[in-house]
């Protein structure tokens, strides 16, 4: 969410005898329109004013039309100064700078004056606002804005929602007028919660406001420095509401917790878990969610803001999940459905839901190679990305290391490599291949990019879940939120298959492009849908003849992938095999076109079904190393490794 800074403008009233007068702009207080909304009104509100230029009213709602549609301020600085060039010294010239400005010290001034000159009954939003920065009593303009019917009831429900997310006498940050002022009308005029002390980091800019606010709910401050609250009062509960943007949150979201429509402070360990079930389930007013009794339009505010219950009510649905009780988790995965589906987020949501990130993994922050990560993530189809090579030494042995000095006992006993079937030689190959202190001589631990094999399905799924979690809290990540897994069948061999332009996760029913065989003579490509063919095995088809969809070695007679080619196929009449013993460094062979290596051979990569893997390895043979074969295996396999999928949840 972009920050915004905003002055709410109620219409002032004047007498225009022009026809056809637009739409006044809403105050966000009440409504939250489309972008494309406020863009067509700018335009309506231009060409009106271009035939109605006295009137000094519609200049301002032009101002808003243009500032809530995204207008640039260098275009609006251009339009404040030609109000304030056509109506000098006016209120309506005052407001529109003072729009521009925010809550900076000519912002206040100019503010100040452009409410002494209209009546007191009207911009009760921003008297609000001011009475709060002058240090006022601001019950009275509260009440009469609670009686102007300006704020729908959606609004206020959702805020009571707000304030009853806070622990007692918490301190409550947040920004912008229509999430702030609705919470200061429950305090004031229904005596709701008036314990929590409510800070918008909007007014705080003001730093004469900042400086006496602190002071008169009792906090210490540093030269003005927010991040140095928490530590200067280590007495106090911090809370954040969920409508903050992430980046007035980027110092601290690693130690953010979200217990409601609010995320807490804290830098242990909470169980979040029992205050969202506490919140939601005996503190909440959620009635207005499922009955409309007000009649409300769909761009209410409060409205607008309902998709801020997904994640809190997501964590009570995994809560209930964890403690085995389906129906109360199929209640409250209704209850998200029903918010996506009328904020129209339905299909977003159903992935998130599908992919059901545990966004409270309890793991220590590492650091990550986060650029490296991302830069191996390929896009397969939509939100689900794979890595180009399957997982290597390097990165399941900092997995290992990490667990045992964290003291992540019972974690580590999952993931760690059971030798004990190994005797002799064979035990000193495994050594050697998993553990990197077997260095050579230039000190590289010898088989750091080989790929990771011979651990459990278990332990597959517990990298996914760790690496969710690390990643997520990384700070130079391309993507906000992420999930890492392990790939469904269909995925797995669409990603196998390689041609990014596939038209379904259904293998047989796409149609690739692909050149004919032509005798060693060019052809241009060709359609071919791969359910008329015996088969398609192999990823290479495309770039060379359509003939080798069912090769396993080129022309010249040379490997394409590490599998069990025994000793009869020879390379170029002098090499045996596929070259390799056992498994090659990861990206050894070609690519498909999508970028992914290794999925024909190496280690057989395994899927979400358990005792399942796919692609074959450096031990099976070429019937069973194709991009639609099945592998069996149980518990350790030291044929099998895993390559991670990863679902975008939020960009």
């Known amino acids: 969410m972009k920050k915004i800074i905003i002055i709410l403008i109620l219409g002032i009233s004047y007498q225009v005898g022009a026809t056809n007068r637009p739409e006044a702009i809403p105050s966000k207080l009440s409504e939250v329109k489309a972008s494309s909304w406020y863009k067509e009104k700018f335009r309506s509100w231009k060409t009106y004013l271009e035939e109605n230029p006295e009137d000094k009213a519609g200049w301002v709602e032009y101002f808003k039309a243009g500032h809530y549609g995204g207008m640039p301020t260098a275009e609006l600085t251009i339009l404040s100064d030609d109000i304030a060039a056509r109506f000098e010294a006016s209120s309506e010239a005052y407001l529109v700078k003072a729009k521009l400005q925010g809550w900076t010290a000519d912002g206040v001034k100019y503010l100040d004056r452009a409410l002494s000159g209209i009546d007191k009954k ?5 008297r609000i606002m001011m009475a709060e920065i002058k240090g006022t009593d601001r019950q009275e303009l509260t009440l009469s804005l609670y009686n102007s019917n300006l704020v729908y009831p959606s609004l206020l429900n959702y805020s009571y929602n707000v304030l009853m997310s806070v622990g007692e006498d918490g301190v409550l940050f947040t920004e912008g007028e229509n999430t702030t002022i609705p919470l200061w009308i429950l305090q004031d005029v229904m005596k709701v919660r008036e314990d929590v002390k409510v800070l918008n980091l909007d007014l705080l800019s003001y730093e004469d406001y900042q400086t006496r606010k602190f002071e008169s709910i009792g906090l210490k401050i ?54 969202i079930k506490e919140n939601i389930e005996e503190r909440f007013l959620l ?7 007000n009649g409300e339009p769909k761009t209410a505010t409060g409205r607008t803001l309902e998709p801020n219950y997904i994640v809190p009510f997501m964590l009570l649905k995994q809560y209930y999940e964890k403690i085995d009780d389906p129906v109360s988790a ?6 998200i459905l029903k918010i996506a589906d009328r904020s129209q987020i339905k299909a977003r949501v159903e992935m998130l839901l599908k992919s059901d990130v545990n966004m ?14 991302d830069k191996r993530m390929t896009k397969v189809k939509d939100n689900v990305y794979a890595s180009i090579a399957e997982l290597t030494n390097k990165e399941y042995e900092f997995f290992l290391e990490y667990f045992q000095v964290n003291g992540y006992t019972d974690q580590y006993e999952v993931a760690k490599f059971d030798l004990s079937k190994y005797k002799g030689m064979p035990l000193a190959m495994m050594k050697a291949y998993h553990h990197s202190f077997n260095k050579s001589e230039k000190g590289k631990p010898l088989f750091s990019d080989y790929p990771a094999m011979g651990m459990t399905y278990e332990a597959a799924k517990l990298y996914c879940e760790w690496l969710t979690a690390q990643y997520n809290v990384q700070a130079d990540r391309k993507f906000k939120k992420v999930k890492f897994r392990l790939p469904t069948r269909k995925e ?5 298959l390689g041609y990014v332009n596939f038209q379904t996760w259904e293998f047989e029913d796409n149609i690739v492009k692909a050149r004919p065989d032509g005798d060693g003579k060019p052809r241009l490509f060709e359609e071919y849908r791969i359910g008329d063919y015996d088969s398609v095995s192999y990823p290479w088809y495309h770039s060379d003849w359509f003939k080798h969809r069912n090769a396993i070695v080129n022309d010249k007679g040379c490997a394409l992938a590490n599998i069990d080619m025994g000793d009869k196929e020879t390379c170029f009449g002098k090499l045996k095999g596929d070259g390799y013993i056992m498994t090659s460094p990861v990206m050894t062979y070609f690519s498909g076109d999508m970028g992914l290596f290794d999925v024909i051979g190496n280690v057989a990569e395994m899927i979400d079904e358990k005792g399942k893997a796919m692609g074959g390895s450096w031990a099976h043979v070429k019937g069973e190393s194709t991009i639609t074969s099945i592998n069996n295996y149980s518990g350790a396999d030291d044929r099998v490794g895993f390559r991670v999928f990863m679902d975008v949840i939020e960009e």
């Open 222 to 275: 540093d030269h003005n420095d927010l991040a140095s609250l928490p530590l200067l009062n280590p007495e106090a509960e911090f809370f954040y509401a969920l409508t903050m943007p992430r980046k007035s949150l980027e110092q601290i979201e690693n130690r953010l917790y979200v217990v409601g429509l609010t995320s807490q402070l804290s830098d242990e360990k909470i169980d979040n878990y029992a205050l």
């Open 360 to 373: 409270s993994a309890d793991f220590k922050k590492t650091t990550l190679e986060i650029k490296e990560l």
């Open 330 to 335: 199929k209640n409250w995965k209704e209850n």
């Open 287 to 293: 009635d207005y969610l499922s009955v409309d009794f």
């Open 122 to 126: 009207q911009l009760l939003p921003e």
């Open 492 to 496: 797995w061999t669409m990603a196998a």
